[in-house]
């Protein structure tokens, strides 16, 4: 994964994290409009576990490789 892509997609999942939990904490629970952005929070917290694993592996491949 390039490293800008990486950090373009981690920056999203920062907002949608961030902007999620704000807004959680205006919202009633039991609203169609809290679950929508509940939901999001769950997004953005996947896009972040994605993007954290991908360059992990990404990581590891590459050392594996130069120590060949």
Known sequence: MP???GRMALGWAAF?????GVLL???TPGT???VVTLLTL???LFLGLIVVA???WTRRRT???EGQ
């Open 25 to 27: 904490l205006s919202l």
């Open 32 to 34: 169609p409009e809290f």
């Open 3 to 5: 490293p800008e892509l």
């Open 16 to 20: 949608l994290v961030l902007a999620a």
């Open 42 to 44: 769950f997004l953005g």
């Open 63 to 65: 050392k594996r490789e």
């Open 54 to 56: 991908a360059a992990v």
